[in-house]
């Protein structure tokens, strides 16, 4: 019963290094999501893709890049890591644009 | 001035009170509108869907949209310690997924 599984739980990084994030559903939706956490801001969406072979810029897409591997798996990179992208990052699922959103657990990425 | 603005708390209660969770939004094109819940160290976790204005009931948890004030709650009764958490509004239009988020409001109750 995962439902949507984030690796790493944890993370550490000195700015300028590079970090992929990934994220895999097991409930054979067609939409995932990337968002980011800060204190104060709730969650802001950074990419999202509607469906296989498709991706969008959200609201904070600078500084990332995303791909969708196949209809499962989602993964958010960071080329050259800066301070400002210490966050909480959440990936999310849906069966479709207009269905309810089911988030992971998280990863907490610390840049130094 | 962001889009949607959610009183951050924290809100401290005694067990078996009334909670009124509240979001205010500007942007008239919103349609859909969902709350969430968030435990420490956990993801959102869905509690109420609901379409345009009215109300939505699920056991304790009453969902209610004003579209004329642009303003939705969420309201918890006899609530629980368990019902401790993060509570976060959520909202969109008819033709995207884009969920745009309250900053969340902090909930403990106390027993």
């Known amino acids: 019963n995962a439902g949507v599984t984030q690796t790493p739980k944890f993370q550490v990084l000195k700015t300028g290094q590079s970090m992929t994030l990934q994220c895999a559903q097991d409930?054979?939706?067609?939409?995932m999501y990337w968002y980011r956490q800060d204190p104060g801001m709730g969650l802001r969406l950074i990419y999202y893709s509607a469906s296989e072979g498709t991706t969008d810029k959200g609201e904070v897409p600078n500084g990332y890049n995303v791909s969708r591997l196949n209809k499962r798996e989602f993964s958010l990179r960071l080329e050259s890591a800066a301070p400002s992208q210490t966050s909480v990052y959440f990936c999310a699922s849906s069966d479709g644009e207009s269905q309810p959103q089911h988030f992971g657990d998280g990863t907490r990425l610390s840049i130094l | 001035q962001k889009e949607v603005e959610q009183d951050p708390g924290p809100l401290s209660v005694p067990e078996g009170a009334i909670v009124s969770l509240n979001c205010t939004y500007s942007n008239s094109a919103f349609q859909y509108f969902m709350w969430y819940r968030q435990y420490s160290r956990k993801g959102p976790e869905l509690l109420m869907y609901t379409y345009s204005s009215g109300n939505k009931e699920d056991g304790r948890f009453t969902a209610q949209v004003d579209k004329s004030s642009k303003y939705i709650s969420l309201f918890i009764r006899d609530s629980q310690p368990s019902d401790s958490a993060t509570y976060l509004c959520?909202?969109?239009?008819?033709?995207?997924?884009?969920?745009?988020f309250g900053q969340g409001t902090t909930l403990q109750v106390k027993p």
């Open positions: 409930m054979n939706h067609n939409s």
């Open positions: 959520a909202m969109r239009t008819s033709n995207t997924g884009k969920l745009i």
